[in-house]
């Protein structure tokens, strides 16, 4: 009897302590602020090359090249800084920055073309990370395979653009009369354009990465021009299927419906892309941008609506690990966009939009801490060598809003501007539940 008491007095014990961590569980669930915020650094390696001045001095100035040596000591800077993840981008728009097989090498610079023949920059970045303690994702960007390029008629091919953008005009997303490409930019509903990204991830695979971090940037053509584009066959073929009639009538189209077909094609690729990463044992890290306003991006994409990037489909499949949000692509780049609208009702721009519809993936703020067409302004903007950035009181307050929101990290794009102005000590703590202030 004295057994039976005591089993059911422990039995009632175990039922309330589920009952109390199962409130905790769903109290930190509602809360969605988590207690680290882990810091992802853009390593942009074109840019390094061609444009870093490492505190003055230029690639150009010292001996032509960007050293091994100079690359471990970023990474290192990095790693100490507090910093969780590289992000190495591996193309210069159309053309890539490591000793690839199936993709021409971005040599038209002879820093570059001198950089590429003294050792593989990948391979580099993946070794040192991990001799660093830290991770390193590889950067691709499946809608920047050009560059911005003269007109379709009597052009040369692009300085930036891919061998395979030029012979294949007709795989880029067209023009609603079919006779203007938008350069470097696919419709994923050809099946050679998706044979042709798959091979670039199984070799990137080769070099065993953390992980493979899909953005939606781009340098195509970058005009208000593209309103509506992508008017590919299959995705024609597609929308008349689903909707009753073709897109290219006035009549029948519909701009999200649109944006939805093309998304499936989108979403398909992603899909195959996943299996092949996580069959590595790599993660998936995908970003997700619609402009605000008119839900384009930019205009740069063309009608690539908010309904393209179906992120809640990538989550619920499993498709992806981590989702990025934000972006300069989406939101503008000076604080004035950046800092408002954390707090306006704007998807793209609130983590907690995505925090609310799920917990299942970490969530991670894109931030740019520069603005190339910025005016002198020293009241927010460090200038002088290299591209003008926030300054740290501005960057600090990008990093406490991004903690308020709830997002679980942070891409700090990109490490040109935090190297020319030797920003390091500002994340050496950012990282931390409650941080120290940094002085400006």
Not at 203 to 231: A, C, V, W
Not at 391 to 404: A, F, G, H
Request: proline share 6%; glycine share 8%; aromatic share 12%.
């Amino acid at each position: 009897m004295q057994m039976m008491n005591y089993l059911s007095y422990l039995r009632l014990l175990i039922m309330v302590c589920a009952c109390l961590l199962g409130a905790a569980v769903s109290l930190e669930g509602q809360e969605g602020k988590p207690e680290k915020l882990d810091l992802v650094l853009n390593v942009d390696f074109y840019d390094m090359i061609y444009l870093n001045p490492p505190y003055g001095k230029g690639v150009k100035d010292r001996d032509g090249h960007y050293s091994r040596e100079e690359l471990e000591t970023l990474i290192a800077r990095a790693a100490n800084s507090g910093f969780t993840i590289i992000n190495f981008r591996v193309a210069i728009a159309g053309k890539v920055a490591y000793h690839s097989k199936i993709k021409d090498l971005g040599d038209d610079q002879p820093e570059i073309a001198r950089t590429l023949q003294a050792y593989d920059p990948l391979a580099v970045t993946i070794e040192c990370a991990h001799k660093n303690g830290i991770q390193c994702y590889v950067w691709m960007t499946p809608f920047d395979d050009s560059g911005k390029v003269d007109g379709y008629e009597k052009r040369g091919r692009g300085i930036m653009q891919s061998m395979f953008s030029w012979l294949n005009p007709e795989f880029q997303l067209l023009s609603r009369e079919g006779d203007d490409p938008l350069w470097g930019v696919y419709s994923f509903g050809h099946p050679e354009v998706m044979d042709y990204w798959m091979s670039q991830v199984k070799e990137i695979l080769t070099y065993k990465p953390d992980g493979i971090f899909f953005s939606d940037r781009t340098h195509s053509n970058m005009t208000l021009r593209q309103t509506e584009y992508g008017f590919n066959p299959p995705v024609i073929e597609r929308y008349e299927e689903r909707f009753g009639g073709d897109p290219r009538k006035p009549e029948h189209y519909d701009l999200e419906k649109f944006s939805l077909v093309q998304g499936e094609f989108y979403t398909a690729f992603l899909r195959k892309a996943s299996k092949q990463i996580h069959d590595a044992g790599s993660r998936f890290m995908v970003k997700a941008s619609w402009n605000q306003k008119d839900e384009r991006i930019a205009g740069r994409l063309g009608a690539l609506h908010k309904s393209f990037f179906q992120w809640e489909k990538w989550i619920e499949e499993g498709i992806i690990d981590e989702l990025v949000i934000g972006g300069d692509a989406a939101t503008g780049t000076g604080p004035e966009f950046v800092l408002p609208n954390f707090d306006v009702k704007a998807d793209i721009s609130r983590p907690q939009y995505f925090r609310e519809n799920s917990h299942s993936v970490p969530i991670y703020r894109w931030l740019t801490l520069q603005d190339w067409a910025w005016p002198s302004d020293e009241e927010k903007v460090s200038n002088g060598k290299g591209p003008g950035t926030f300054k740290k009181p501005i960057i600090e307050t990008m990093l406490s809003k991004v903690r308020e929101s709830g997002a679980n990290g942070v891409l700090m794009h990109e490490a040109l501007v935090i190297e020319s102005h030797n920003h390091w000590d500002l994340y050496k703590r950012a990282g931390e539940p409650s941080p120290t202030p940094i002085a400006p």
